[in-house]
T-cell receptor
Framework: GENVEQHPSTLSVQEGDSAVIKCTYS??????FPWYKQELGKGPQLIID?????GEKKDQRIAVTLNKTAKHFSLHITETQPEDSAVYFC?????????????FGQGTTLQVKP | GAVVSQHPSWVICKSGTSVKIECRSL??????MFWYRQFPKQSLMLMAT?????????EQGVEKDKFLINHASLTLSTLTVTSAHPEDSSFYIC??????????FGSGTRLTVV
């Protein structure tokens, strides 16, 4: 089955700096790669996603890149703000279509220092 | 956007009793619902996948007789933790999925068994 590895586990940056979180996946049939932000005591919130037919996607300060050959995808947050502090999870579907299960990475705790 | 409502948000129960958690898709019909468990400072671990009108598919190591899942309609799935014990204390999160809607997560349920 699918296995998703996420790094780093913790990341501390100064406000205004960029933050990058990286994930690798194992199932070459995976075609959907979402990123979630989770605040304490809440469910995950989708912040951006990318499908396998696209190499990069951007939404304001957030971007995701995908390298299908290497089975890597990364989250880039520019101009970080204290409210970006949270736990971020990458995920990949198991390749069985739009309703296939999502497998999550281990999570990255991002701290943005004011 | 798609909204998933999960109730209760928190529950405390005595050891040996059963607890039911509800997950509803409010503005779309979810062909598939997923149940996750999350321990403190850990990732989301998939417990089971359920499709409307059929039996749930449980992940390896998850006891199907302990975690009863019912997906009676396209908008409602329930997870019942039977004969709960302190080690079942965790954060339970549901996710609803449908074509063109991606995956939408509930706000989670904090279960404490005393």
């Amino acid at each position: 089955g699918e296995n998703v590895e996420q790094h780093p586990s913790t990341l501390s940056v100064q406000e205004g700096d960029s933050a990058v979180i990286k994930c690798t996946y194992s199932d070459s049939a995976s075609n959907y790669f979402p990123w979630y932000k989770q605040e304490l005591g809440k469910g995950p919130q989708l912040i951006i996603d990318i499908r396998s037919n696209v190499g990069e996607k951007k939404d304001q300060r957030i971007a995701v890149t995908l390298n299908k050959t290497a089975k890597h995808f990364s989250l880039h947050i520019t101009e970080t703000q204290p409210e970006d502090s949270a736990v971020y999870f990458c995920a990949a579907n198991d390749g069985s279509g739009n309703t296939g299960k999502l497998i999550f990475g281990q999570g990255t705790t991002l701290q943005v220092k004011p | 956007g798609a909204v998933v409502s999960q109730h209760p948000s928190w529950v405390i129960c005595k050891s040996g009793t059963s607890v039911k958690i509800e997950c509803r898709s409010l503005d779309f019909q979810a062909t598939t619902m997923f149940w996750y468990r999350q321990f403190p400072k850990q990732s989301l671990m998939l417990m089971a996948t359920s499709n409307e009108g059929s039996k749930a598919t449980y992940e390896q190591g998850v006891e199907k007789d302990k975690f009863l899942i019912n997906h009676a309609s396209l908008t409602l799935s329930t997870l019942t933790v039977t004969s709960a014990h302190p080690e079942d204390s965790s954060f339970y999160i549901c996710s609803a999925s449908a074509a063109n809607y991606g995956y939408t997560f509930g706000s989670g349920t904090r279960l404490t068994v005393v």
